[in-house]
DNA sequence: AATTCGTGGGA
DNA sequence: TTCCCAAGAAT
């Protein structure tokens, strides 16, 4: 569906006339960024504000400039240098995805999203965005703030949670035919997205596209979370942030400190070791994978149990 | 297809 | 204080 009142030439050239005026100067939108920034910048971005992404993207393009530097790492360090951003298995999976970078595409980060799609952590859209925007290929990118956007816009609000293939028709109907323009494009409509035609209370009167705008203004109710105060993901991020602060391994006893329910606190420990997230180590737990250990100690390793003292501390909890 | 997965700033 | 919410992915 056509937006009201536009040629179709009209709309790309007036949204990215307010792009150019308007976006933020954030580091990996660079013309000089490199995909694997990209693709790092993408990850962290998924489901966390650009503030918070800052400090954190920053920090970790300089420690790790390439996927094969990345790769070279323990996992551990990875999560570590993740800090507080939220949802960790995403750094566990880019961690895993530099890996696949480096073994099966030779140290490149694919242009193709088949192949993108194939990496750890990297769904529809961060393969899209990838494709899009570190080699200007002409691919629908479809995130919550483009999807809110053009459905506004066209006044095709689709009540499915999830993007529709007729979502993907909307958009790819705005986008012009070259691919450098059509990314572009895909960056103005997320930014805004983002800085005006936000999910509450959005700035109106401040839209470029208002005039050919066919949204009525009636919001839409999400459903509300469980809490989280108390739960178990709460104590995810408890043991999680210990074992971050920490350099090594992280007595049982230091996390009982830290959580007032044992149960509950073996369940969470549990969980977080099913995801990889930690592992128990020296009678205590320790932030990464237990694989972190095979690559720290060398191959010599035999499938026979942990090689640690045989020590263990009568606090630790003995597998269920 | 519906759930689960962190975190912290701002309304 | 409570609640919302911010460039999704995996299962």
Redesign the pocket.
């Known amino acids: 569906m056509e937006a009201k009142g536009w040629g179709r030439g009209d709309f790309p050239r007036t949204l990215l006339a307010w792009y150019r005026s308007n976006a933020r100067d954030?580091p990996?939108?660079r013309p000089d960024t490199s995909p694997w920034e990209i693709l790092i910048?993408?990850v962290m971005?998924?489901?966390?504000?650009?503030n918070?992404v800052l400090p954190v993207y920053l920090a970790w393009i300089d420690r790790w400039p390439t996927p094969a530097r990345l790769a070279a790492s323990p996992a551990a360090e990875a999560l570590r240098a993740w800090g507080?951003?939220?949802?960790?298995?995403r750094a566990l999976?880019l961690h895993q995805a530099a890996r696949v970078i480096q073994q099966r595409f030779g140290g490149r980060v694919p242009d193709d999203v088949a192949e993108l799609r194939t990496l750890?952590?990297?769904?529809?859209?961060?393969?899209a965005?990838v494709a899009a925007f570190a080699y200007g290929k002409r691919v629908v990118v479809l995130?919550?703030?483009i999807r809110r956007v053009v459905t506004r816009l066209t006044g095709t609000a689709s009540p499915s949670?999830h993007p529709t293939a007729a979502d993907y028709a909307t958009v790819d109907d705005l986008l012009p035919s070259d691919g450098r323009r059509a990314a572009r494009v895909s960056l103005a409509l997320?930014?805004l997205?983002?800085l005006i035609c936000?999910?509450?209370?959005p700035r109106c009167a401040d839209c470029p596209l208002r005039s050919a705008c066919r949204w009525g203004g009636t919001?839409t109710r999400?459903r509300?979370?469980?809490?989280?105060r108390g739960?178990?993901?709460?104590a995810?991020?408890?043991i999680?942030?210990k074992l971050r602060d920490a350099e090594g391994i992280v007595p049982y006893r230091d996390l009982v400190a830290a959580w007032p329910d044992p149960v509950q606190l073996a369940r969470a420990a549990d969980?977080l070791i099913a995801?990889g997230?930690i592992s128990r180590s020296g009678g205590g737990y320790r932030l990464g994978p237990a694989s972190d250990v095979r690559q720290i100690s060398g191959p010599a390793g035999p499938l026979a149990g942990p090689r640690q003292p045989g020590r263990r501390s009568a606090s630790a909890p003995r597998g269920r």
């Open positions: 954030l990996w939108r910048s993408e971005l998924q489901q966390t504000p650009v918070r507080r951003l939220g949802y960790p298995r999976r750890p952590g990297v769904g529809a859209y961060t393969a965005a995130d919550t703030n949670p997320m930014e997205g983002a936000t999910s509450s209370s919001p999400p509300r979370r469980p809490a989280y739960s178990d993901r709460h995810r991020g408890v999680l942030g969980s995801d997230l």
